[in-house]
């Protein structure tokens, strides 16, 4: 209902009660809003706004450092008896290395 009154003469309670029968009777300002037809027997939820991660300080208080350094590829030398002739024969030294190394690793220490 939407009633009018001036701010400068007040209606009296009579006279307020006959404008709102009046009101009520003509129907025009009570209209009901349609309800939605649902066409669909299962529900979606209605996709919301998804806001970008905006932390105020990180979770993580440091960067992790490198586990597999040059100290911790190579491990130490073989000293098995086929190991021993290949530093006689070959020149070569026989070393065992971390298993998470790979060849380039390996190469560069």
Same mark, same amino acid.
């Given at each position: 209902?939407?009633?009018?009154?001036? %701010?400068?003469?007040?209606?009296? /309670?009579?006279?307020?009660?006959?404008?709102?029968?009046?009101?009520?009777? %003509?129907?025009?300002?009570?209209?009901?809003?349609?309800?939605?037809?649902?066409?669909?027997?299962?529900?979606?939820? /209605?996709?919301? $706004?998804?806001?970008?991660?905006? /932390?105020?300080?990180?979770?993580?208080?440091?960067?992790?450092?490198?586990? $597999?350094?040059?100290?911790?590829? $190579?491990?130490? /030398? $073989?000293?098995?008896?086929?190991?021993?002739?290949?530093?006689?024969?070959?020149?070569?030294?026989?070393?065992?290395?971390?298993?998470? %190394?790979?060849?380039?690793?390996?190469?560069?220490?």
């Amino acid at each position: 209902m939407v009633f009018c009154v001036d %701010s400068k003469k007040k209606a009296g /309670p009579k006279a307020q009660a006959v404008k709102a029968t009046k009101a009520v009777k %003509s129907g025009a300002t009570f209209k009901k809003a349609a309800k939605k037809i649902r066409t669909k027997v299962t529900f979606h939820r /209605p996709k919301t $706004l998804k806001k970008e991660r905006n /932390p105020k300080y990180p979770r993580i208080s440091a960067p992790s450092r490198n586990k $597999l350094d040059q100290y911790q590829i $190579l491990k130490y /030398p $073989l000293t098995t008896e086929s190991a021993m002739k290949k530093i006689e024969d070959n020149n070569t030294l026989v070393f065992i290395v971390d298993i998470r %190394s790979d060849k380039k690793k390996i190469k560069d220490v």
